[in-house]
Each structure stands twice: as C-alpha cells, then as structure tokens.
C-alpha cells in the first residue's frame, strides 16, 4: 500500500498569522466551539473575518455553525453574530445593513461597519434563496457567504439542491431502486452571477490566498457580493478528519469545484487552471458517501458531463471577457485588481458608450 504523505495544516496557520491586518487580535471564533474534528467551517469563518477586522456584523442559518457556537449560555464569537432562523439569513442581515444606512444618515454613528451572512447550503440553496435574491436584488452593502458541505449536516445529512449526483443521503438513500440522489447539483454561483450583483465568486479554503483575496476584495466593492466556498464535512462525507484539506484541494484539481470570479455578471476570471486535472475518481474516492458511484459508469458519466460542460463554459465566459476587456482598453487581470472605485471611475463609462451607446 502506498505510504501516505502526512498532511498538517501549517500553511493557512502561517498564512493567517502573517497576512492578518487585525493580529493579534484573537480569531472571531474562538476555540471551544463544538464542531466535528476536521470540519472546514472554522478555517473558513476565521479567514474570512479576520479580514474584516471587528468592525463587523455576521449572522448565521440555523445549522452546523450555529448549533455548535451559540448554545446558551456559551458563545465561541468573539465578534457580534446573529442567530437568524433556517430561512431568513439575507433578509435580517439586509435589514440590519439599511437600518445602518439610515443611522449614519442622521449622524448617530460614524464609523464604518461592514455586514457578512454565514450560512449553510440548506440556508442558502434551497430555503434562504428568495431572501438571498431579494437581498442581491436591493444591492444591499453585504457579503454573503454560503459554507457549502453540499447536505443539512446538522439534522444528520439531507440532501440538498446542492447535494450531487449518485450521493448517498438520508433522504437519498442507496439501494436496488435509487442509488443516491438523483437529480445534478444547483449551480448557485451561475445564479447568482446572473444577478449581476458587483461581485460573485466561489472559493475553496485549500486555495486560502486565493480565498482571502477574495474576502478582501468584497471588502472594498460596494453593493452585494456573495462567495460559495466548499467545505468538507467530516460526519457526512465520511471523509477522515486528516484528509480535510486533501480531498478540498482536489476538488478544484479535478475541476469539481472551479474557482472563479465575476463582476457584475460581465467579467468572469478562472484562478485556478490545472494543467493536468486530476480525474474526477480521484476525488470520489475519498468520500465514502459518493465512491459506490466508482462502480456504476452511467453515474460517473453524468457527473463528467456535468463538470467538463461547466468547465468549458467557464472558459468561454473567460475568452468573452478578455475580448470585452481589451475592447475597453484594459486587460481582464487589470480590470480584477483595480479598485471598486476606479473601476467606476475607468471602466463603467466605457463600458456604456462600448455595449449600447455604439
Ligand atoms: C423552517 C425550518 N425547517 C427545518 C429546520 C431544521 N433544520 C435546522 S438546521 C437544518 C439544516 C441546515 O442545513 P445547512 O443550511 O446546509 O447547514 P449545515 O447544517 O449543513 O451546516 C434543518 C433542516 C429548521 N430549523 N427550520
Ligand atoms: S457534521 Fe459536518 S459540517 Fe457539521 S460540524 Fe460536523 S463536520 Fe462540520
Ligand atoms: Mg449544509
């Protein structure tokens, strides 16, 4: 048998104590909380909020990250954090961003405050979704981060509309009639890159520059922006607490969960291009609750088409954009790193004398 390579975590540990603005502050969630070993939650909460420093309000779904940090009397946050119902994320933390607005609009407070959701793929994919658009659709100030284990973890794995083909479930289960879940992934990210909110990205916590670049790029763009990270869970995917971060790296190597970015549904970047993707086996192998899939090639190749489709979309929105962008006299990358207010400055006149005024 081949010797495994020991994988320990050290780059992010490193990574968050040297690129963290606010250190040594203490992390937004504070050991104690009650989370499986080898969940991806707390890596992604703590990388994303320490980038927003304390000056922040966050609010969580009903679910694995509530139930495990806010049981009465205890707390694990160390910043000021809603507990918001299953359905209901985008709506409160919307409310609580426009009733700031009319506070700092009387003079009552001054300083700058910035509003994340944190949520679930239940909260967001399938029950939280209308108050999710509505939130993107008013262009409120907020970023909202769904956490995405793919299931409802914390009522002992449902599927979810994020849920992919051929996985097992409680409510999916495998047997002779049905084997896992029948129906593809929702694709959250396309939809919510069709709202043509200011920025729309998905991410991976194995990636973690790539990721709080992200984070501090939705810092500095006003208006909604919305991240998908994918997280693995430990008690549902089956996976070993060890392999966390391996089976998450190799879901972007094997084009499972490309990294890319959007703004205002117009430029569309890919982060990450394996030259040579891993096969997707790979991945499903390490997920106990997946790999009877391996065995069944009808399954498999639905799960290739779906992915390799998506990926060659990506692509083409990447060569549209490139075009669009030199069009406008830039190139993409600089359209990407410039600041949000620049790009309305720079980009958004030409952008409408180039696409309707022409
Ligand atoms: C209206 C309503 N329906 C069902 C539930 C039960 N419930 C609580 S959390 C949860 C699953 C949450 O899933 P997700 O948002 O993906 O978060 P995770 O548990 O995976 O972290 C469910 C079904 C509830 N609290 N409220
Ligand atoms: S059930 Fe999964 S998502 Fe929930 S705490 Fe455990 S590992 Fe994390
Ligand atoms: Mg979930």
Known sequence: MAKRKKFVNIPVL??????????????????????????????IVNMALLE????????????CL??????????????PWI??????????LSGAEAAYRAFKKKGKIDK????????????????GFQALSGAAERNHNMLYICYNNEGYQNTGYQRSSATPIGAFTKTTPVGSKIVGKEEKRKDLTLIMAAHEIPYTAQANPFNYKDFTRKIRKSKDVKGFK???????????WRT??????????????????????????????????????KPIEDYIAMQPRWRHVLKMPEILDKIKEEIYTK???????????????????????????????????????KLKEKTYLS
């Open 14 to 43: 490193t990574h968050l104590a040297e690129e963290s603005h606010e250190w040594p502050y203490e992390n937004p969630l504070a050991p104690g909380h009650r989370m499986c070993p080898g969940c991806s939650i707390p890596p």
């Open 52 to 63: 927003y420093g304390k000056d922040v309000v966050t609010g969580s779904n009903t679910g």
């Open 66 to 79: 509530e139930v495990t940090t806010g049981v009465f009397p205890y707390t694990a946050w160390t910043v």
């Open 83 to 92: 507990h918001v119902a299953f359905e209901n994320n985008a709506a409160v």
């Open 112 to 127: 700058e405050i910035h509003f994340v959701s944190i949520s679930g793929d239940g909260g967001t994919y399938d029950i």
């Open 226 to 236: 919305f991240i998908n990270v994918l997280q693995s869970c430990t008690l549902s």
């Open 240 to 277: 070993k607490p060890e392999d966390a971060f391996r089976v998450l790296k190799l879901a972007t190597e094997s084009l499972y969960w490309p990294l890319y970015e959007v703004i205002e549904g117009k430029f569309w970047r890919i982060n990450v291009k394996p030259s040579k993707p």
């Open 311 to 349: 990926w060659d979309f990506l692509l083409r929105m990447e060569k549209l954009s490139k075009e669009l962008a030199e069009d406008l006299g830039f190139t993409l990358d600089e359209i990407f790193e410039m600041s949000w207010d620049e790009y309305q400055e720079k980009v958004k006149p």
